[in-house]
């Protein structure tokens, strides 16, 4: 990795991952000033809280401002039954961030779904569009035939610059200055630097969101700077490139490894057969070997750091043109399923008189 080495940093969309990139301090084990991060488990929905301020954007490379993720396999395992808890917990957490926000019950909402609807990977925005709680015509054509509960919600998919020819953000600030909305919820694509977290991650944030950033091709971003109105967004990865699911494939390669020499050591499990011993359990950092045991077996690479080896994995693949954006083959499924948990979950936050499924009043 010398002078005319590749420039290689570490593309997230993530919060969540961008701070896992942060070294803690190793006496008190806390992050960098200006970064405070918070979890906790609801549902058997992993819930992580990160708040950026100024003295911490350049450092993870994210503007200041609230962000929580969900995490959950319920997408990728197609259980439905926690798709309706998911939907319930997003609603919750966009409750809070309308509260940090001091966006009310009656305030008026757009709803943008940012994608392209003839890319799979692209189309959730799109497609949660079809799903949302329309109201803002009936408020205004029919207000007797409105309940106590709703408020007025307007949505529309503005499409991408290489279909339309015109600025996402322009599209969407002509419609914000003709129907006057009072915050903005905004959905889009990301894309994230590990294979778990593909169609099972969920981000909310309050610090806007760049149109197209899920396959790297950043437009203008929609923002409260940008658009004068508070904008929240709600991102899910689900595209990563070829660099990330090289590393970790590695670290699995080697983790598999490091569990079978810790097993055959521990002689409650000599004589399991290795496929019940491995199964659907997942593999853990725990798993991966030492230093000296990871050079036996992969050299050099082996004793790389992470950084390390996805600036070498990016240095070989990047010139060949094969840093290709990846996708799970059973995309089509995934983005359907996670564009209705979406809308469930943000018409349950819209509309009050919508009970989200298993929803829980909000408490940190």
Known sequence: MGENSIDFTVRTDLAVEAKEMVVKDEKTNQYPAGIEVEEKKVNDINVTYVTIDEAAEEQLGKKPGNYVTLESKAIRNQDTQMQKKLAGVLADELGYLFELNNIKPNQECLVVGLGNHNVTP??????????IMVTTHLFKLRPETVS?????????????MGVTGVETSDVILGIIEKTKPDFVIAIDALASRSIDRINATIQLSDAGIHPGSGVGNK???????????PVIAVGVPTVVDAVTITSDTIDYLLKHLGREWREKDDPSKSLTPASMTFGERELREEDLPGEEQRRAILGM???LQEQEKRQLIGEVLKPLGHNLMVTPKEVDGFIKDMAHTLAAGINGALHQSVEGEDSQSFTR
């Open 301 to 303: 690479v082996g004793g």
């Open 148 to 160: 106590e509960g709703y408020r007025p919600v307007s949505a529309i998919t503005p499409g991408v």
């Open 122 to 131: 692209d189309a959730l925005g799109p497609l949660a569009m079809e799903k």
């Open 219 to 229: 437009r203008k971003e929609l923002s409260k700077d940008t658009l004068d109105i």
